[in-house]
Every structure is written in C-alpha cells, then in structure tokens.
C-alpha cells in the first residue's frame, strides 16, 4: 500500500522568503510519481509540480522546485520568493505506475504568508 | 487550453434524494477519477475508468455508481444521500501512457451539500 506524509499541518511564511513543505512517501513499487498540488480557499485542485522516480535531476518549475531525496524517501517541495497569493493548503500526492495509477494524497499543509 | 469541466459546480439535495454529478474531461484524454474531500480532509480515490471500463476501485459506497460514456464524459450518481456525502467532488482526467507519467488534470469541483 501506498501512503503519503506530510507532518506540517500549518505554516507561516513572510512575503519574499522562501519556504519549504514537508512530504514523505512508502511504497516497494520502483516506478512511481510524485505530485504538488495547490488548492486555494476557491476549492480547485491545482497542479504544480512533477517528479519521477526515475528522474536524475529534481524537477523545477517557475518558484517551485522539489527537493527530491529518494534513498530518503522526501519530496519536499521548495516556493521562492513567497507571494500573498501562494497562501492556500498544500497536497503531496504519488501515483503508483502498478497500482492503478490513481492519486494517493497526504494530509496537506496550509501555507500562510505574512505581508 | 480545454480544461476539465465539472457540473453542477454546487448542488444541494436532501437526506435520501440522489444526485448526479458530470465530469467533461480533456479532448482526448481517455482516462477519469473521481475524488471525494470531506471538510478539512485529504481528496480520497472512489473509483476511476479508462476507455469507458472501470479500471480502478477505491472508497466508494455501494449507494453510489459510476460509468464513462462513449463520448468520454463521467457521470457520478450518488443515491440514499446522507449528510456524510457533504464534500466537494472531483473529477480528474489524463491521456493513458503519457511520457511523464501521467499528470492528472483536475476540474473545479463540484460542491454537494446534504441537509
């Protein structure tokens, strides 16, 4: 079975300093992906961020970037430069290429950032 | 770009009515869960179809029922409605065998309330 961690329920953040989400993963299948989703107060779930497992270098995309450790088995994600607009809950999720391919997604981290 | 289109965006029904939830997902993308999120929860996996087959199964009630139709396009019919089944509803798509692994594309959500 399959599971996701992610041990901070709540952070804060100031306006412009960079801050980092916590997420582990379990699984024994070699070929998986891991996922960062963002959901704002709205409700839609919003995709940012990819890695695969086989994947030599960490994935980047704009201000997102994750710290991808998997002899660890963490794939913390990375925001630069905070915005007031990244304030929203934070999902982890990991897909398994044996097990049905769905998304099995942690327990979210609500980022808050200070003006 | 198409996104995936969920309707209604909220609905509301009472105790024991039934209610059907539509998923519109990306052109050509041949695959769709859907997810439920309680209040202040994780999204959980119900149940997912490529091709219009049921493919995977997760935590969904017998009350309710799913099924992928020739055009692509998912229907969630709930029945016997409890105030337990309050949730935002997700629908997510992704095109089978995708390089990278098979990013899913969420929808908006679609909000039941059961009073």
């Known amino acids: 079975a399959q599971k996701i961690t992610q041990t901070q329920p709540g952070m804060f953040v100031q306006e412009k300093e960079a801050v980092t989400l916590d997420c582990t993963y379990d699984?024994?299948?070699?070929?998986?992906?891991l996922f960062w989703y963002k959901q704002p107060s709205s409700g839609e779930m919003i995709f940012l961020i990819y890695?695969?497992?086989?994947?030599?270098q960490n994935a980047t995309e704009g201000r997102y970037s994750l710290n991808f450790q998997k002899a660890r088995k963490s794939a913390n994600l990375v925001i630069s430069a905070s915005q007031l607009g990244d304030s929203a809950m934070y999902f982890c999720?990991?897909?398994?290429?044996?097990?049905?391919?769905?998304?099995?997604f942690g327990g979210g981290t609500r980022l808050m950032v200070k003006p | 770009a198409a996104g995936v289109i969920q309707s209604p965006r909220h609905l509301i029904k009472e105790k024991r009515e039934t209610a059907t939830l539509k998923c519109y997902p990306i052109?050509?993308?041949?695959?769709v869960y859907w997810y439920q999120q309680g209040p202040g929860q994780d999204p959980q996996f119900l149940i997912s179809?490529?091709?219009?087959?049921?493919?995977d199964k997760g935590s969904i009630p017998d009350r309710f029922s799913a099924q992928q139709f020739s055009d692509y396009h998912s229907e969630l019919n709930m029945s016997s409605l409890e105030l337990g089944d309050s949730a935002l509803y997700f629908c997510?798509?992704?095109?089978?065998?995708?390089?990278?692994?098979?990013?899913?594309?969420f929808g908006e959500g679609s909000r039941l309330t059961v009073l």
């Open positions: 997510a798509s992704r095109a089978g065998g995708t390089l990278r692994g098979g990013e899913l594309f």
């Open positions: 999720a990991m897909r398994v290429t044996n097990a049905g391919n769905m998304l099995t």
């Open positions: 699984t024994s299948d070699p070929s998986y992906g």
């Open positions: 052109p050509r993308h041949d695959t």
């Open positions: 890695q695969g497992s086989y994947d030599q």
């Open positions: 179809f490529y091709e219009k087959m049921q493919s």
